[in-house]
């Protein structure tokens, strides 16, 4: 019996102890003390590492390590990475979870990769500027109170639910490698359809493997975040890669001095992108005959392209476009019979050879910024061109260089040389580039000479006027931006317009929220163009009664700025027979009533037309009311000559009686496109128009 207690004592015992290990084990799986390993700090919890500090302070780029200690990294943890003011990419291919202020105030990172983290705390990348985040498996919980414009980028799989996830209007959301897989499925394609067939030329076995082989490298780095900092890199590979496969079946060329000539070109594309660069060597020059008779429509020259050789595209009738951004010469007849080019882009040409583009049809205008020179016949027979625009000096005109050209051609120099070409005795008619801005210039220096001392304009709109001047100036002068010239002189045209306003003293006026409303007009013109500005501010509004009662009035035009017709603004104006007004979408009660010689109402964004606005206008035989959404109680009462009332859209909201009175064969006209509006409208007499 002792000896069963002794047993049953040492296995009770043996229990014990086997419990006590098995709970130090438990404890070991729950929680481990704070490590280190490497530059990082990390913690363990039910065998998984949490990053908690990270001490390195000299380091731009960083990969988060698969494992610390031999325990699996899943978390980053509170504050881990925060103030790092060197840390510029990071890459966390296994992360699952960041806490708040991991990443906090790391003022340079730009790239953070995450695959599969689902979890993002609050703050986890606050206080950073332009940041781009890349996410691979799926969308985030995250905190998006995002306060800087920051970048996430999706993969494709997820797009959709990327689209209609809230985030904050900071972010600017965008499918990840979106320009790396363009690229590589035009890559894709090309080598799938050159691979065979007779056009193959001198491309071998090795130089498809080669080119696939760039083509899959680039698309292991398009399926995977992680490799985001790499994508630039293998996009400019692919795009040599790609190259390489054209010249191998495309270029015959030659090596010289090295460098890189092309001799001819044999592809059928119609948009061709020539190489820049040949066995390492730039290409400089275009030889004789490389493009003739190509069925190209476009044709884009790299950078290092200098010269065109004699007939190097003639005869490509289906060209459109070349674009020739530091070519310096071209030789005979290098464009001639082009007959369908529109389009030549050649900012840095100097010499333009004999007969260069003769004949091509379609030409109208050229612009040359530094040529030194154009050779006999340069132009000839280009039947549409009108304009040549030389920007830099006068260039040296062989004969017979335009002829045939379109019979209002001119040359239009630049102010700069205006005393040279003065003095020179050209046989083509010539005018200043950019003459009406010229002009708009010279008045406007003269308005600000004359009020340079006026005390009454507040010197920001002085200062506002001389300099634009000085920057229309720089636009005029430049022949390259002639595209701004409207936006310029009409820019320049409002200048000068608040500035004038000053002056103005037909209209008693006044300025709620930085805008003028008209009051009273107190002139004595017949036709009245109420001005975009008054005091140098944009005229907003036509108080109430502002022209009421005045009969001497017979045309009124408002600017686009005004938006609102006040109440009773022209009642009674008898004598008023057209008013223009583009801009306004609300007529007040009353607005024209009365005004019994209205016959012309232009007013193409009105949305809301109040009671009785047009009433007893007895001459109006239509009204268009295209825009508009809502028409009140008797808005065009007694208009006994009105015909017709024209709509583009939806049936609009009718008071009661809005065309009664009017003509017996009044009717409302619709599109058709909008029958099922008007199909229950009753009120009066429709028709489709």
């Given amino acids: ?231 630039e890199t293998v996009q400019e590979e692919l795009k040599e890669a790609l190259d390489l496969y054209k010249i191998a079946v495309h270029y015959e060329y030659k090596i010289d001095n090295q460098q890189a000539i092309i001799t001819r070109y044999a592809g059928q594309e119609e948009i061709v992108r020539v190489v820049e660069r040949i066995e390492g060597y730039y290409v400089t020059d275009i030889e004789e005959d490389a493009f003739k008779n190509s069925n190209a429509t476009e044709i884009i020259l790299p950078y290092s392209v200098k010269n065109i050789g004699t007939g190097a595209f003639e005869d490509c009738v289906n060209l459109t476009t070349i674009v020739m951004p530091e070519v310096t010469e071209i030789d005979i007849s290098a464009f001639a019979g082009c007959m369908a ?159 004038s306003s000053y002056f103005i003293t037909d209209y008693i006026y006044e300025v709620i929220n930085e805008k003028a409303i008209i009051n009273q007009y107190i002139g004595n013109d017949v036709i009245v163009n109420i001005p975009n500005f008054i005091g140098g501010y944009p005229v907003n509004e036509l108080g109430e009664g502002a022209f009421e009662f005045m009969n001497n009035i017979i045309e009124v035009n408002l600017p686009n700025s005004v938006k609102i017709i006040g109440m009773f603004a022209f009642s009674d104006c008898t004598g008023l027979t057209s008013i223009n007004m583009p801009g306004v979408v609300t007529i007040d009660s009353n607005a024209f009533e009365y005004c019994s010689n209205l016959v012309n109402v232009n007013m193409k964004n009105i949305q809301t037309v109040k009671s009785r606005a047009f009433q007893y206008c007895t001459n109006l035989t239509g009204i268009n009311l295209y825009e508009t959404t809502a028409i009140n109680n008797s808005a065009f009462y007694g208009c006994s000559k009105l015909t017709a009332a024209y709509f583009k859209g939806n049936s609009p909201t009718f008071g009661t009686s809005v065309f009664n009175n009017t003509h017996s064969t009044f009717k409302v006209y619709y599109l058709s496109d909008y029958e099922a509006s008007w199909s229950g409208f009753t009120l009066y007499s429709k028709a489709i128009y």
């Avoid at 731009?60 to 610390?68: A, H, M, S, W, Y």
């Avoid at 049809?361 to 132009?379: H, K, M, P, R, S």
């Fill in 1 to 231: 019996m002792f000896i069963k207690r002794k047993i049953y004592k040492m296995f009770s015992m043996l229990l014990v102890i086997i419990l006590l290990l098995s709970y130090v084990t438990i404890v070991e799986d729950v929680e481990v003390s704070a490590a280190t390993w490497g530059h990082y700090e990390y913690t363990v919890s039910n065998g998984v590492a949490t990053i908690t500090k990270f001490n390195e302070r000299e380091i731009r780029d960083v990969v988060i390590p698969e494992t610390l200690g031999g325990y699996p990294v899943r978390h980053i943890g509170a504050n881990a990475f925060a103030h790092n003011y060197y840390l510029g990419n990071v890459i966390m291919p296994h992360i699952l979870t960041i806490g708040e202020n991991a990443f906090y105030y790391c003022i340079v990172l730009r790239k953070v990769a995450m695959r599969d983290v689902i979890d993002i705390g609050q703050n986890a990348f606050g206080n950073i500027y332009d940041l781009s985040l890349y996410f691979g498996e799926g969308i985030p919980a995250a905190d998006w109170n995002l306060t800087f414009p920051y970048k996430l980028y999706y993969t494709e799989p997820y797009e959709q639910y990327w689209k209609w996830k809230s985030t904050s209007n900071y972010c600017t959301k965008m499918l990840y490698a979106e320009s790396l897989v363009n690229d590589i499925d035009i890559s894709q394609n090309y080598l799938d359809s050159k691979s065979t067939g007779s056009e193959l030329g001198q491309a071998s076995l090795l130089d498809k493997q080669l080119f696939q082989q760039a083509i899959d490298n680039a698309k292991s780095v398009a399926n995977d975040i992680t490799k985001c900092m790499e994508l």
């Fill in 341 to 499: 080019l529109e389009s030549v882009d050649m900012p840095a040409i100097s010499v333009i050879g004999r007969s260069a583009f003769a004949g091509c049809e379609a030409l109208t205008n050229i612009y040359l910024q530094d040529v030194l020179e154009i050779g006999i016949n340069a132009f000839r027979n280009c039947e549409n061109l009108e304009a040549v625009y030389l920007g830099n000096g006068v260039p040296l005109l062989s004969t017979n260089a335009f002829t045939n050209t379109h019979p209002n051609f001119k040359l239009y120099y630049s102010k700069q040389y205006e005393t040279e070409w003065l003095s020179q005795t050209i046989p083509y008619e010539t005018e200043l580039y950019a003459k009406a801005l010229w002009e708009e210039i010279e008045s406007a220096q003269e308005l600000y000479d004359s009020v340079l001392t006026n005390e009454v304009i507040p010197e920001r709109v002085k200062q506002n006027l001389t300099e634009y001047i000085s920057f229309a100036t720089v636009v005029a002068n430049d022949i390259k931006r002639y595209s701004e010239l409207n936006q310029v002189s009409q820019e320049l045209y409002n200048k000068v317009e608040i500035l």
